[in-house]
């Protein structure tokens, strides 16, 4: 907190006293020059009038005493006006032409007398005539002073106004070089600084949940692409699905496969990838099995395509694993293949309630161009006696973490699937998302997750 109140008085004194001392300053500099100025042409004027006078005086005396005389307003001796120290002053004409002004003091023998010549120069208006020039010059040096103090806070000013019109016209980064002007310019420089600051932090928050919304809008476009826009109906059965979306866009899916003899495949595939190419391989892998397995050829040969199409496509090592239960209408079997599925079908028995599993061998479609493929791929048949319900789920049902960061496991998952296997279709979906979603608590499901059931009716 200290080196931050600090900071605020780095800028040095205020602006008010900025200004009063540079104004001072500036009228004690010019104010002081003018009066030496003036105080030194008045005293040389005066010296030099008083000397001439002398000397004018001098002369006319020794004049007057050597000629003629007179008062003005007559001749005589007649007194005129009397001054302090027993001077008096009569006006006078000297050899009936020059005008003057006589002064006496004492009396008699040691009378002493000077003639003043009447006409005398006008020092008042030589002295107006110094005077007004040094004002003159004053009154442009003060000028000139204030001008630049003025321009002392004017420049950081105009700078910070430039910085103000960047930032309006949003650019938070420019910094304006302010320099001067006293502690409120500088705590205003820092405040912009701040400010600059924090607008280039909101912008770039600004357009990071831009982008994150754009991301959403994207996730979501793909991920509905990703599923199907309805389920369908199958005679004997009570088909159902639901898929719960993880954090991060993944391309885990579920589909399903209507077959034009009447059959329905059910589908559920992962994605070894994550993210953006996630979705973007599962959303190729669909569109791959989808047409492969509506042709209704062998469902072996059909796989085999789309591994081949997609072991050309994706990066190696990236892999879709999937699941194909292919039900025929009113039959008691189903046709199952497993491509590299971790989790397999899931069958619970209406007669004695007990689960049983079903997971043929094969290899994640895209890991292998064909041979081994085609070589490890199972083809197994599956019975399903009236009542009896089949699961098919995707890899993260067994990988949901509870608030400890346990998982639920194969095994949990399968306890929670046999505790509702016996409710319709609607309503076991219902709970056993329940059952998920209570099992996880406050935490997020972990990936993308896809879960398919079909009950044969009693």
């Known amino acids: 907190m200290s080196r931050g109140r600090g900071a605020e008085r780095s800028g040095g004194i205020g602006l008010a006293a900025r200004f009063t001392f540079a104004i001072a300053g500036a009228l004690v500099l010019v104010g002081g020059g003018a009066g030496y100025l003036i105080v030194r042409s008045a005293t040389a004027v005066t010296e030099n009038y008083a000397e001439r006078l002398l000397a004018s005086s001098v002369a006319l005396s020794e004049r007057a005493e050597s000629g003629a005389w007179r008062a003005a307003g007559g001749t005589g001796t007649r007194r005129g006006e009397r001054h302090e120290g027993g001077v008096s002053s009569e006006p006078v004409r000297v050899d009936g032409a020059v005008d003057a002004e006589l002064f006496r003091a004492g009396e008699g023998s040691a009378e002493v007398r000077l003639f003043v010549p009447a006409e005398r120069d006008d020092v008042g208006r030589t002295l107006l005539g110094l005077v007004l020039p040094i004002l003159a010059a004053m009154v442009l040096v003060g000028v000139g002073v204030a001008w630049w103090a003025a321009s002392q806070f004017t420049s950081p000013l105009r700078a910070i106004i430039k ?27 820092r405040a912009l600084d701040r400010m600059s600051d924090e607008l280039s932090e909101a912008r770039e928050a600004e357009l990071e949940l831009d982008a994150r919304e754009r991301e959403a809008e994207l996730t979501g476009a793909v991920r509905d692409a990703l599923m199907p826009l309805a389920t369908p109906l199958l005679a004997g059965f009570d088909v159902g699905a639901f898929h719960l979306a993880g954090p991060e866009l993944g391309g885990a899916f579920h589909d399903f496969i209507e077959l034009d003899d009447g059959s329905l495949g059910l589908l559920v595939c992962d994605v070894g990838a994550s993210g953006a190419p996630a979705a973007l391989i599962g959303a190729t892998a669909r569109a791959f099995l989808r047409s492969a ?89 599956l019975e399903v006696a009236p009542g009896d319900r089949l699961v098919l789920a995707g890899a993260a049902a067994a990988g949901l973490p509870d608030e400890n960061g346990d998982e639920l496991g194969e095994r949990g998952f399968y ?44």
């Open 163 to 189: 910085s103000v019109r960047q930032i309006s016209i949003h650019d938070p980064r420019y910094r304006g070089r302010v320099g001067g002007g006293g502690s409120e310019i500088a705590s205003l420089s």
């Open 293 to 381: 397995l509506r042709r209704g050829d062998e469902v072996t040969a059909a796989l085999a395509e789309v591994n081949r199409e997609l072991a050309r496509d994706v990066l190696r090592g990236t892999w879709v694993s999937a699941l194909y239960v292919q039900l025929e209408p009113g039959g008691d079997a189903a046709t199952v293949v497993c491509a590299g599925h971790r989790l397999p079908v899931l069958r619970i028995g209406a007669a004695d309630g007990k689960l049983r599993v079903l997971q043929p061998g094969g290899l994640a479609l895209g890991l292998d161009k064909g041979p081994v493929f085609a070589r490890r791929l199972d083809v197994q048949r």
């Open 415 to 458: 306890q929670l699937v046999v505790g509702r296997a016996g409710l319709s279709t609607d309503r076991f979906l219902r709970g056993l998302r329940a059952d998920l979603e209570a099992f996880c608590a406050d935490e997020v499901f972990p990936a993308d997750l896809s879960v398919v059931t079909v009950r044969r009716d009693d």
